[in-house]
C-alpha cells in the first residue's frame, strides 16, 4: 500500500470515530447528561491527538487497552461503589402508588376456576398436631450436666486435681530442644 493511500484510510478512520464520538455526544447532550457530553469531548480530542499525530506512537497501542480497561474493569467498579451509596430500592425510585402498582403487577395471583387441594401436616390418625410441651432453650450461661474437665473433681480422686495442661513450672516451650538418653 502506499503512502498517500495510507494517511487517506488513516484520517478516514479518525473522522469516522470522531462523528461517531459526535452523534453520541449530541445524544446525551439531548438527555441533559452534560458530564458524559464533556467525557465524550475528553475522549475525542485524546483520540485526535493520538493518532492524528506522529509523536505519540507508542499511545497508539496502548489507549485502546486502556479505553476498553476502564470500560469493563473500572467503570463497573465505580458504579457499583456509587449505587451502594444510594437507596435503590422501590419505595425510592417511584411513588408508592406505583411502587404498589408494579409489585402486584409482577406478583402470582390465581387463576379463577382453579381446583383447590387440602393439605394438612402429616400426623398419626387422631394425634394432636400441636407439641404438648414447648420445646425446652438453653438459656446463655446455665450449666449442662456434664463435667466440665477444668473443675477440680470431687468423690473418691478428689485428692487428685483434673487440670488439661501442667503447671507453669513444668511446661517447656515448643521450641526447647529435649537431649536424647
Wanted: no cysteine; glycine share 6%.
Amino acid at each position: 500500500m502506499t503512502k498517500p493511500i495510507a494517511l487517506a484510510i488513516k484520517w478516514v478512520l479518525i473522522v469516522a470515530t470522531l462523528a461517531g464520538i459526535l452523534w453520541i455526544a449530541t445524544r446525551l447532550a439531548q438527555a441533559g447528561n452534560t458530564m458524559a457530553v464533556v467525557i465524550a469531548g475528553l475522549v475525542g480530542m485524546g483520540i485526535l491527538a493520538v493518532y492524528a499525530t506522529r509523536r505519540s506512537v507508542p499511545l497508539k497501542y496502548l489507549v485502546p487497552g486502556l479505553l476498553f480497561m476502564i470500560l469493563f474493569q473500572l467503570w463497573p467498579v465505580l458504579y457499583t461503589a456509587s449505587l451502594s451509596t444510594t437507596n435503590y430500592g422501590d419505595g425510592h425510585l417511584y411513588s408508592k402508588e406505583e411502587s404498589v402498582t408494579d409489585i402486584i403487577a409482577q406478583s402470582v395471583r390465581e387463576v379463577p376456576d382453579t381446583p383447590r387441594y387440602k393439605m394438612s401436616v402429616a400426623i398419626a390418625e387422631g394425634g394432636d398436631p400441636t407439641p404438648s410441651s414447648p420445646p425446652s432453650r438453653r438459656t446463655p450461661g446455665a450449666r449442662t450436666s456434664r463435667p466440665s474437665p477444668y473443675r477440680r473433681a470431687t468423690g473418691a480422686a478428689s485428692n487428685r486435681s483434673v487440670s488439661p495442661r501442667p503447671s507453669r513450672a513444668r511446661r517447656r516451650s515448643p521450641t526447647t530442644l529435649r537431649p536424647t538418653s
